[in-house]
């Protein structure tokens, strides 16, 4: 399916003539092969295997394993960006994550981003819109010449869970989208995906009304499982599935001016299986552009158009 087909699901939400293409990133974990916590070491490393693809990574706690205290310094080495995060569903891990925030970024804001607070907390029903909001205004107000925002499952932002943030002038927002997990075979998924983008930003610039020219949107995650991973009903797992699925839609989402944060760099081996919304056991340790071993499984270059 050519890109040139699915532009009219996001025709009525982005602007006629798109003067630049959008911006790659990638998730980034925080933890080694063996599961130990990385060091800055280990993210200058991984920040060399990337820096021909991308200089812009996010993360999902700045608290755990040191990973603010860790990255920004292998960031300002190498040159790269950093979103950093905020696990806002509980007050403990709110203030843990805040005042490490605190501690790090001032002095280092060059190299960061952006800041989320929260990580599809309302799609886990892990916190209400009103009191995320009132964790985003924390953050906002000791960082008021900072990017702040959250993250979270496009559908929050498209059924209005999210409404009371975009209303009361939160202009950042990672929309998740994954067509994989919503068991769509490999030659329904990126029209899915397209689809799912376009319902979230819509419905954001709508809620946003006057401020829609304020908003920042970008899809805070994508991907599709290599070899090994596990299928999900007609979402089949599989190396080459994973690069069609990278060539045809994150790389058309790129052309139409949209950023995407990639899921993920790398893979994460010492993850545990976890079991799917189908109660079947699945398997996460292979969703890496990269293997554990910081090299690329296939070509990640974006068709010509």
């Not at 001032?106 to 009132?134: C, F, H, K, M, W």
């Not at 059924?159 to 769509?184: E, R, S």
Request: with cysteine; hydrophobic share 35%.
């Amino acid at each position: 399916m050519r890109v040139s087909s699915l532009i009219p699901l996001l025709a009525a939400v982005l602007p006629a003539t798109v003067s630049a293409a959008g911006t790659l990133g990638f998730s980034l974990g925080n933890k080694n092969p063996d599961g130990t916590c990385k060091q800055a070491s280990d993210y200058k490393k991984d920040f060399e295997a990337l820096k021909s693809m991308s200089t812009l990574v996010r993360t999902y706690s700045a608290n755990d394993c040191n990973t603010a205290k860790n990255i920004i310094p292998a960031a300002k080495e190498t040159g790269f960006k950093v979103v950093l995060a905020v696990w806002p569903d509980t007050e403990e891990s709110f203030n843990q994550d805040f005042n490490v925030l605190k501690e790090t970024v001032p002095g280092n804001e060059e190299v960061v981003e952006a800041i989320t607070v929260g990580s599809e907390s309302l799609y886990r029903g892990d916190i209400s819109a009103d009191t995320l909001l009132q964790r985003i205004k924390k953050v906002q107000e000791f960082f008021p010449k900072m990017t702040v925002g959250t993250a979270d499952s496009w559908n929050k932002f498209a059924d209005g869970t999210a409404d009371p943030l975009i209303q009361n002038g939160v202009t950042y927002f990672l929309a998740n989208g994954f067509a994989y997990w919503q068991g769509k075979a490999l030659n329904q998924a990126t029209k899915t995906y397209f689809d799912d983008m376009a319902q979230a930003l819509k419905h954001i610039q709508e809620v946003a009304g006057d401020n829609k020219d304020k908003i920042r949107f970008a899809n805070g995650e994508t991907g599709w499982p290599t070899n090994g991973g596990t299928d999900y009903g007609p979402a089949k797992a599989g190396t080459d599935n994973a690069e069609e699925y990278y060539k045809k839609a994150v790389c058309g989402m790129l052309e139409w001016g949209i950023d995407v944060f990639y899921f993920e760099a790398f893979d994460e081996t010492w993850k545990p299986k976890s079991v799917g919304d189908n109660g079947q056991e699945q398997d996460e340790t292979h969703w890496g552009m990269f293997t554990d071993k910081r090299t690329t499984k296939f070509d990640t270059s974006c068709p010509k158009h």
